[in-house]
T-cell receptor, first 112, second 113 residues
Framework: DVKVTQSSRYLVKRTGEKVFLECVQD?????MFWYRQDPGLGLRLIYF???????EKGDIPEGYSVSREKKERFSLILESASTNQTSMYLC???????????FGPGTRLTVT | GEDVEQSLFLSVREGDSSVINCTYT??????LYWYKQEPGAGLQLLTY?????DMKQDQRLTVLLNKKDKHLSLRIADTQTGDSAIYFC?????????????FGAGTRLAVHP
């Protein structure tokens, strides 16, 4: 069974703080993804990575960065959190050609 | 650009069939997906269909794909209260590479007695 875990289910941070969201997968997948989910907007891709130390911008990368130092771990970084980054963040992983993406349980981030 | 649209809400009676519809714009999509999200949980892949197929059936789930109209539907037979969730339609656009997914906004399915 594929397992994707995220470091926190709920997180509350203050405006201007640096925030790290961690994601770990145990299936040796090459591809990893970070999405944010907002009501009425569905999921939007922030960044993805297709190999260690490789990353590509998704549709809404502004205000975010990522790090992939090890194959199983993909981190999303909010350099200076803002209230408009309050959202549900979902991590996913897949094999190089998919087609299936496996999702973690999500981290609900609130920035006050 | 690429876009996926679906209605936001559907209410059905327990035991009836549910049909959730989705339209997409990218005619070169390779795969189309249905994901389910239960309250407080991540997304669970329900089923997917390759773009050269018209239909796929898996137990109570039937997926229909009309490529000409760029229309995808998910039919759930004998809908149960446990089917209450948000259902997301998604596509893999050919131009995306690395199996990038484009999601719709999600349809909230409410099942009532």
């Amino acid at each position: 069974d594929v397992k994707v875990t995220q470091s926190s289910r709920y997180l509350v941070k203050r405006t201007g703080e640096k925030v790290f969201l961690e994601c770990v997968q145990d299936m040796d997948h090459e591809n990893m993804f970070w999405y944010r989910q907002d009501p009425g907007l569905g999921l939007r891709l922030i960044y993805f990575s297709y190999d260690v130390k490789m990353k590509e911008k998704g549709d809404i990368p502004e205000g975010y960065s990522v790090s992939r130092e090890k194959k199983e771990r993909f981190s999303l970084i909010l350099e200076s959190a803002s209230t408009n980054q309050t959202s549900m963040y979902l991590c996913a992983s897949s094999l190089p050609n998919g087609p299936e993406q496996y999702f973690g349980p999500g981290t609900r981030l609130t920035v006050t | 650009g690429e876009d996926v649209e679906q209605s936001l809400f559907l209410s059905v009676r327990e035991g009836d069939s549910s049909v959730i519809n989705c339209t997409y714009t990218d005619s070169s999509s390779t795969y189309l997906y249905w994901y389910k999200q239960e309250p407080g949980a991540g997304l669970q892949l329900l089923t997917y269909i390759f773009s050269n197929m018209d239909m796929k059936q898996d137990q109570r789930l039937t997926v229909l794909l009309n490529k000409k109209d760029k229309h995808l539907s998910l039919r759930i037979a004998d809908t149960q209260t446990g089917d209450s969730a948000i259902y997301f339609c998604a596509e893999t656009p050919f131009s995306g590479g690395y199996n990038k997914l484009i999601f719709g906004a999600g349809t909230r399915l409410a099942v009532h007695p």
